[in-house]
């Protein structure tokens, strides 16, 4: 199903290929998508473990609830019991002793049993999906709480859909483990107490002829459990997988068309397809033979109960109402029964979403706050790199001690080819990422000392890579910024240049701007970022290719705007279109993760290096 490891530097959605599958319609081809990297401790821990850990988290703050619900169970088991015992009184009353008495009094007691029973099974049903939807919130919102405080390094090692089966798929497991456990163990578990208790009160001896057969079946329907968890943690990824997958097709639409790669596209999904089809195929065959051992084993015990409680009718030993009450208490027991034998494979298949959920859960981010953390107050804006160096992995060096100053208030930039570290250097202020080595500080503070809550409100960031989301043109502006008024919105738009372009949007600044803002162009999404960023009004600005999508005029109102904005602020300016960062106060340069030259403007030229070969290439004219 799943194996192999490779590189793929060329193709649709070039990056690390780690999954290998093989299917009808895609022998041998390969996915660039890959299983979050866990430890995968819990997805070995005991039944007992798990579910000790599922009940203390999830189902302890509803003890309540399940305690009426439970008590609603008990009132159904006893009327499933009450129901088969009525039939000893019909039987030898009704049918035999033709008592039209007994006719009035046994028709009132049915009715009124089946109509309390209908009554305290639907409240103990409505009580139960409540608990199991509530978990199901409260498990959402608790990785989604703890997915928004992992670094960004976590979210690039996993695929969005991955991430996203994991609210889907897995908690949804978790809440079925719940509802199934708590019904089984609840209503089928009472009825059969009651039913049994009714068998041994009519015939102690062939009750315990009839219920000996059962106890064969634990031992298989146990190994079966085991199974079933394995299957299921296997489609879980499978599905994650899938839902990756997707999510980079349907996103990469126009790449997929544009190529012609529609057919591959549809074999790699067929691939999985066909994964997910087989281990889904193979978990119900797995559930399915629960059914003909409990059905055999249920025909051995009616066969024996008919054989001997037939004779002893025969010889009047019994009347024919009890044999019957005894089958029907017997027939009502088989089902809950059943239930209970599949409830240990419907146990194990949600164990296993709260496995990878557990995982998932206990997976600590590696940029954390400092036990002994301070907010940063008063900012100057002071910036310094001192031997910083830093990498994205073992074997992938970034930064080599780099050594810079940022002066408060001042405008910086950074230049040089892609790839150099620019942006990785931008990344590190607010604490994207940790270094490997050396000091990155603000006013002079150790940024590993200072909150990340505080980094984060001190400095506003406008990338090259536009985040917007499928809400409202105003809604995106305010983003970050609670509370703002209509006029701090349209004034900052006004600052961005975006305000003319909003206004002629058919709901203006209500419009909805699609997904990653698909209903705008490139240069109007940049421009709704820079609107977001100057009405955050922080006390750092930085800029990566801020004005990069913008026309030649968009660029000079934008530019206009930002000078304005950037005055009395600390601002790190990156930018490939040197005419942009002219008059910063300091510009460096970078290369190959190196600091290369650095001075302003006019001392670059002058030394005729780097800079100065880039900017004659880029104003050759």
């Known amino acids: 199903m799943i194996s192999g490891s490779c590189n793929v530097t060329s193709g649709v959605g070039a990056g690390r290929c780690t999954v290998l599958w093989s299917g009808s319609l895609t022998t041998g081809v390969l996915a660039n998508v890959s299983e979050l990297p866990l430890s995968g401790e819990y997805r070995h821990q005991s039944t007992y473990v798990l579910m000790k850990r599922l009940l203390s988290e999830s189902v302890r703050p509803y003890a309540g609830t399940i305690a009426l619900a439970v008590f609603f169970m008990v009132i159904v088991a006893a009327a499933t019991a009450a129901s088969a015992w009525l039939m000893e009184p019909i039987i030898d009353e009704v049918f035999v002793a033709k008592d039209r008495d007994a006719l009035v009094w046994v028709a009132g007691a049915v009715l009124a049993t089946f109509v309390i029973k209908g009554i305290a099974n639907y409240l103990q049903v409505t009580l139960i999906s409540r608990v199991g939807l509530k978990i199901i919130a409260d498990k959402q919102n608790q990785?989604?709480?703890?997915?928004?405080?992992?670094?960004?390094?976590?979210?690039?090692?996993?695929?969005?859909?991955?991430?996203?089966?994991?609210?889907?798929?897995?908690?949804?497991?978790?809440?079925?483990?719940?509802?199934?456990?708590?019904?089984?163990?609840?209503?089928?578990?009472?009825?059969?107490?009651?039913?049994?208790?009714?068998?041994?009160?009519?015939?102690?001896?062939?009750?315990?002829?009839?219920?000996?057969?059962?106890?064969?079946?634990?031992?298989?329907?146990?190994?079966?459990?085991?199974?079933?968890?394995?299957?299921?943690?296997?489609?879980?990824?499978?599905?994650?997988?899938?839902?990756?997958?997707?999510?980079?097709?349907?996103?990469?639409?126009?790449?997929?068309?544009?190529?012609?790669m529609e057919a591959y596209e549809q074999s790699r999904v067929g691939g999985l397809v066909e994964t997910i089809f087989n281990l889904t195929f193979k978990a119900a065959r797995i559930r399915a033979i629960v059914s003909p051992t409990m059905e055999t084993l249920g025909g051995v015990a009616i066969a024996v109960v008919v054989i001997y409680g037939g004779h002893q009718v025969i010889n009047d030993e019994r009347t024919t109402g009890e044999l019957f009450s005894f089958i029907t208490a017997l027939l009502l027991a088989y089902d809950p029964m059943k239930r209970l034998a599949n409830?240990?494979?419907?146990?194990?298949?949600?164990?296993?979403?709260?496995?990878?959920?557990?995982?998932?859960?206990?997976?600590?981010?590696?940029?954390?706050?400092?036990?002994?953390?301070?907010?940063?107050?008063?900012?100057?804006?002071?910036?310094?790199?001192?031997n910083v160096r830093f990498s994205y992995g073992p074997d992938d060096p970034a930064l080599h001690d780099i050594t810079l100053e940022v002066p408060a208030g001042r405008r910086v930039a950074l230049v040089g080819p892609s790839g150099a570290g620019k942006s990785t250097i931008l990344n590190l202020i607010p604490r994207f990422y940790d270094i490997n080595a050396g000091t990155v500080s603000?006013?002079?503070?150790?940024?590993?000392?200072?909150?990340?809550?505080?980094?984060?409100?001190?400095?506003?960031?406008?990338?090259?890579?536009?985040?917007?989301?499928?809400?409202?043109?105003?809604?995106?502006?305010?983003?970050?910024?609670?509370?703002?008024?209509?006029?701090?919105?349209?004034?900052?738009?006004?600052?961005?240049?975006?305000?003319?372009?909003?206004?002629?949007?058919?709901?203006?600044?209500?419009?909805?701007?699609?997904?990653?803002?698909?209903?705008?162009?490139?240069?109007?999404?940049?421009?709704?970022?820079?609107?977001?960023?100057?009405?955050?009004?922080?006390?750092?600005?930085?800029?990566?290719?801020?004005?990069?999508?913008?026309?030649?005029?968009?660029?000079?109102?934008?530019?206009?705007?930002?000078n304005e904005l950037m005055s009395g602020r600390t601002t790190l300016v990156i930018a490939h279109r040197l005419s942009t960062v002219v008059d910063a106060d300091l510009i460096y340069v970078i290369e190959g993760g190196r600091i290369t030259e650095s001075g302003t403007h006019t001392d670059l030229l002058k030394k005729g290096g780097s800079y100065a070969k880039l900017y004659t290439l880029q104003f050759a004219d």
């Open 343 to 386: 409830l240990n494979v419907s146990i194990q298949e949600g164990l296993a979403g709260a496995a990878r959920l557990f995982d998932l859960l206990d997976t600590e981010p590696s940029i954390q706050d400092a036990p002994d953390a301070k907010a940063l107050e008063n900012v100057r804006g002071k910036i310094s790199f001192s």
């Open 442 to 562: 603000i006013d002079d503070q150790d940024v590993r000392g200072l909150t990340m809550a505080s980094l984060h409100t001190n400095a506003a960031l406008v990338s090259q890579e536009i985040t917007l989301f499928d809400d409202t043109v105003r809604a995106n502006i305010a983003y970050g910024r609670a509370g703002a008024t209509d006029e701090e919105i349209q004034d900052a738009a006004r600052h961005a240049a975006a305000d003319g372009f909003i206004r002629e949007l058919a709901q203006g600044y209500d419009t909805q701007v699609g997904e990653q803002g698909v209903k705008l162009s490139g240069g109007q999404r940049q421009r709704l970022a820079i609107a977001r960023a100057m009405l955050k009004n922080a006390p750092i600005l930085l800029l990566d290719e801020a004005t990069s999508a913008l026309d030649t005029e968009s660029e000079r109102q934008v530019q206009t705007a930002l």
């Open 143 to 260: 990785l989604y709480a703890h997915l928004s405080r992992m670094d960004l390094g976590f979210f690039h090692d996993n695929p969005t859909g991955t991430l996203i089966s994991r609210f889907t798929v897995d908690i949804g497991m978790m809440r079925a483990v719940v509802s199934n456990a708590l019904t089984s163990l609840g209503k089928d578990l009472f009825s059969l107490i009651f039913l049994v208790g009714l068998m041994f009160y009519q015939n102690w001896e062939l009750a315990f002829i009839s219920i000996f057969v059962f106890p064969l079946a634990i031992l298989p329907i146990v190994r079966l459990g085991r199974r079933i968890r394995k299957v299921t943690v296997n489609t879980q990824i499978e599905t994650g997988l899938f839902m990756t997958l997707l999510e980079q097709t349907f996103q990469g639409i126009r790449v997929v068309k544009s190529y012609g």
